[in-house]
Nanobody, 124 residues
Framework: QVQLVESGGGLVQAGGSLRLSCGAS????????MGWFRQAPGTEREYVGA????????HYADSVKGRFTISRDNAKNTVYLLMNSLKPEDTAVYYC?????????????????WGQGTQVTVSS
């Protein structure tokens, strides 16, 4: 069982940056691939990106590629989402998720555990 808690959301102007954190409970954090998703009002949850359990492999949705960076610190049981050059269309609730199986996974159904989400609002 893994419990995930996101933090770091807030209000930022377009062009600005935010770094989200996702802390995990338990001593098996390093056994999970991690993903980030987001959901804007009235839309379905959207894949943002993922990172392998070792941190050696990352993957991003086209909409954020080159602007967002995912990293992790297994010693701190934490995964990060650094968001640069933010746009109003990045406004959403951001979720982290943990996946026991390895490999890039873009579908939310492929993840086993979810955080409660953190709101990111980008003003124009």
């Amino acid at each position: 069982q893994v419990q995930l808690v996101e933090s770091g959301g807030g209000l930022v102007q377009a062009g600005g940056s935010l770094r989200l954190s996702c802390g995990a409970s338990g001593r098996t954090f390093g056994f999970y691939d991690m993903g980030w998703f987001r959901q804007a009002p009235g839309t379905e949850r959207e894949y943002v990106g993922a990172i392998s359990r070792s941190g050696g492999v990352t993957h991003y949705a086209d909409s954020v590629k080159g602007r967002f960076t995912i990293s992790r610190d297994n010693a701190k049981n934490t995964v990060y989402l650094l968001m640069n050059s933010l746009k109003p269309e990045d406004t959403a609730v951001y979720y982290c998720a943990a996946r026991g199986l390895s490999g890039v996974a873009k579908g939310e159904y492929e993840y086993d555990y979810w955080g409660q989400g953190t709101q990111v609002t980008v003003s124009s």
